[in-house]
Every structure is written in C-alpha cells, then in structure tokens.
C-alpha cells in the first residue's frame, strides 16, 4: 500500500475515532437527562401519592362528620346531599388518580429494568431509582 493509501486510511479511522467520541458524549447528555427526568418524575410521583393518601385517609373522618352534622340537624338537607356528591366525585377521582399512579409506576419500572448497552454512562448515586415507599 503506498504512502498516500496508509495516510488516508489513518485520516478516516481518525475520523471515525472523533465521530465515536462525539456520539459518546452526546449519549452520555442524553442519559443523564433522562435520569434526571426520571428522578424527577419519581419526585412527581411520591408528592402524588403523599397527597392521595392523605386525602383516601381523610375521607371517612369526613364522611362520618358529614353524616353526623345531618343527623343532629346542623345541616340542612340540599347541603348535606350536594356535599355528599361533591365527596363521592373526590373518591371516584382518587380511584383514577391511583389508576395513573400505577401506570406510571410500571412504565418507570420497566424503564428502571432496561439493561444498560455499551457505552452508556452509569446513574449517579443521586439517581440510582426512587424512593419505593411515599414517606
């Protein structure tokens, strides 16, 4: 092989060496974007969760004092039924809303579980996944 074939066989595989580079680091911008994404997704989520549980806990301490204050007569009966839906749609939204939470929880499992590929940047310790409980 002459001496101009080798110089321009070692330009491309320079070349390639550069571009490999390039897309390396730009791999590794994108991983660490969608890390910190999922983090904050998982941050989302545990505020949704923390505060559907606080409202599915409170609903029978409402519920009760609803239908005591009607019972004793301190409301009157409009008010009583109109609060009482106005409960019920609270409770059907929370059932939806705990629907979402395990769709979302699943698809970022799935995505937890995905093997990392060659040449992909490792999670920080800051996001190695989520917190597993909302407390």
Same mark, same amino acid.
């Given at each position: 092989?002459?001496?101009?074939?080798? %110089?321009?066989? *070692?330009? %491309?595989?320079?070349?390639? !060496? +550069?571009? $490999?580079?390039?897309?390396?680091?730009?791999?590794? /911008?994108?991983? /660490?974007? *969608?890390? %910190?994404?999922?983090? +904050?997704?998982?941050?989302?989520?545990? &505020?949704?969760? !923390? #505060?559907?549980? #606080?409202?599915?806990?409170?609903?029978? +301490?409402?519920? $009760?004092? $609803?239908?005591?204050?009607?019972?004793?007569?301190?409301?009157?009966? +409009?008010?009583?039924?109109?609060?009482?839906?106005?409960?019920?749609? &609270?409770?059907?939204?929370?059932? !939806?809303?705990? %629907?979402?939470? !395990?769709?979302?929880?699943?698809?970022?499992?799935?995505? #937890?579980?995905?093997?990392?590929?060659?040449? &992909?940047?490792? &999670?920080?310790?800051? *996001?190695?996944?989520?917190?597993?409980?909302?407390?």
């Amino acid at each position: 092989m002459s001496e101009v074939g080798i %110089d321009k066989v *070692m330009a %491309d595989i320079n070349s390639f !060496r +550069q571009r $490999l580079s390039m897309l390396r680091e730009e791999l590794g /911008r994108a991983n /660490r974007a *969608m890390a %910190d994404k999922m983090s +904050q997704l998982g941050e989302t989520l545990t &505020q949704r969760v !923390r #505060d559907l549980r #606080d409202q599915v806990t409170n609903a029978p +301490q409402n519920l $009760l004092a $609803l239908e005591s204050r009607f019972m004793s007569g301190d409301m009157p009966e +409009q008010e009583y039924k109109s609060t009482r839906e106005e409960y019920r749609n &609270q409770l059907t939204k929370n059932l !939806r809303n705990i %629907d979402e939470i !395990r769709s979302l929880l699943l698809i970022m499992s799935q995505l #937890d579980a995905r093997p990392s590929g060659p040449g &992909q940047v490792p &999670q920080g310790p800051g *996001m190695m996944g989520r917190p597993s409980s909302p407390d």
